[in-house]
């Protein structure tokens, strides 16, 4: 949990605003709640009269990463890239096909139902579509207080008075307890369905794009009805969202994925101050940034070329070479580690930004690359090619103050015309990549 919310937390329980019967949870902030390591979800495809297995949708393929107690950890992703494939598979509505899922310190991966039972307290889920998970035709008294039977627990005070007092902490009308999902607006149907998640007091939350179905103008309201009800209960989460808009406010660390798989996962800071992974670059250029000072500036939206593939037969080496503008043939062939290359921050590429090129030997770009890089705004391969030269220069810098043996493979780096080496071109249309993508792209264009 970041300073701003453990001071937040720590206003809200001296001034009182924790509802009277909720139990916050006394596990240290920062202890990991949840290990997914290698997590795999292969959906298979079967034809014929037999059903005999033909491929498999490779949804999610080998995730790695950790939430820790008190955190909201915000997954985000186009749409088809596995975000709710990993969250069902978290709370364990789906059986992993590999990997493993640990709940504080116990391996869950494989638990059955009865197995399952207690945990299903500790973790719950909100859904997207507040019009298609709330049954029309219970009311929400039923609704909100079904996990209480489910489970054959008895509030203190009753389930009614339980009920509404969800109802209250969600900012409903307890008096509402009698009426049907259809007499609430989708704003207040995801509080409902909120309510539903909270009743049994769960320790981790994992809610599914909880407010692209709503009104832009509500979407704010719950987000921030998410963060208050996290700092007055303690509550631990993980937010998935097609866009980073959303986690952008809520997040404490985000985790970006391409096709199955994490791309970046970093602290929310870091990410926004300098993203590491071309494809965090693109997504961050699709959300509009809300400042006067650049009202007018030239736009850097970066246009990604095509559709994600398919999961059925992914790209091979890395999957985002085929729409990336900095792709070279180590790309195309080697998978890149997701690996902490700065403190807090794990990326999966060869070439990545603002940091020293994880491959500079491979400088011939991909036709494809060439092809993307027509998408990407100039002022962006701009920025791109000053930033990994201001690496590159801080790597020398740092490097003739270090071993001797150590400066020569930096200054290739610093030095681009040194590196564009036709002779080891592959074809000869295709252009040398230099230190960075703004040289490549005046090359393209030439
Ligand atoms: N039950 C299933 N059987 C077969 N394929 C599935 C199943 N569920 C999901 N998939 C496929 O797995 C891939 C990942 O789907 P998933 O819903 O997890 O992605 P997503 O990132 O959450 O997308 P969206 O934002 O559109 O929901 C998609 O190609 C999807 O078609």
């Known amino acids: 949990m970041s300073d701003e919310k453990a001071q937040k937390a720590q206003n809200a329980e001296t001034t009182g605003t924790i509802p009277a019967q909720s139990r916050g949870h006394d596990r240290p902030h920062g202890e990991v709640l949840l290990k997914v390591t290698g997590l795999q979800k292969h959906f298979p495809i079967r034809k014929g009269l037999l ?29 088809g890239c596995g975000k709710s ?19 504080e310190g116990k391996d869950i991966t494989h638990l059955g139902v009865s197995g399952m039972r207690p945990l299903r307290r500790d973790v719950q889920m909100i859904f997207q579509d507040p019009y298609s998970s709330l049954n029309p035709r219970h009311t929400i008294g039923t609704i909100v207080g079904a996990p209480f039977k489910l489970q054959g627990v008895q509030p203190e005070g009753g389930v009614k008075k339980e009920v509404q007092r969800l109802l209250s902490v969600v900012g409903l ?13 989708g704003g207040q149907r995801q509080r409902i369905g909120i309510a539903r998640a909270l009743a049994l007091n769960p320790k981790l939350v994992v809610a599914d794009e909880p407010v692209s179905a709503l009104d832009v ?3 704010a309201q719950v987000v921030n009805l998410l963060d208050d009800l996290q700092e007055e209960l303690g509550l631990t989460y993980v937010i998935i969202a097609h866009d980073l808009s959303v986690v952008r406010h809520v997040s404490d660390r985000i985790a970006v994925m391409y096709l199955g798989k994490i791309v970046e996962l970093a602290d929310r ?22 400042d006067p000072k650049r009202r007018g500036a030239k736009s850097e939206r970066i246009l990604l070329k095509g559709d994600v593939p398919s999961p059925i037969s992914p790209p091979s080496g890395c999957r985002f070479h085929t729409r990336c503008w900095k792709a070279t043939e180590i790309c195309k062939t080697v998978e890149p580690p997701l690996a902490e290359l700065k403190p807090g921050q794990q ?10 090129d994880q491959a500079p030997q491979e400088t011939v770009l991909l036709s494809a690359a060439k092809e993307a890089a027509e998408l990407v705004p100039e002022a962006v391969l701009e920025e791109s090619a000053e930033t990994s030269a ?9 490097a003739e103050t270090a071993e001797p043996a150590e400066v020569a493979e930096p200054a290739e780096v610093a030095e681009p015309a040194e590196v564009a080496e036709p002779a080891e071109t592959a074809e000869p249309a295709e252009v040398a990549k230099a230190d960075g993508a703004g040289e ?5 264009d030439k």
């Open 51 to 79: 059903k005999r297995q033909v491929g498999a949708v490779h949804a999610v393929d080998g995730l790695d990463f950790e939430v820790r107690s008190g955190e909201t950890l915000g997954v985000v992703g186009e749409s």
């Open 85 to 103: 494939t990993m969250g069902r598979l978290i709370t364990r509505l789906l059986e992993p096909t590999g990997g493993t899922v640990e709940f």
């Open 173 to 185: 009308n307890p008096e509402h307890y009698n009426r049907y999902p259809h007499e609430f607006s």
């Open 217 to 219: 103008s509500i979407q």
């Open 269 to 290: 800071d870091s990410l926004y101050k300098a993203p590491m992974h071309p494809y965090t670059k693109a997504l961050m250029s699709a959300v509009p940034i809300p």
């Open 347 to 356: 990326v999966a590429c060869h070439h990545p930004e603002n940091f020293e």
């Open 390 to 398: 201001a690496v590159a220069a801080e790597v020398a810098e740092s």
């Open 440 to 444: 490549t792209q005046e090359s393209t």
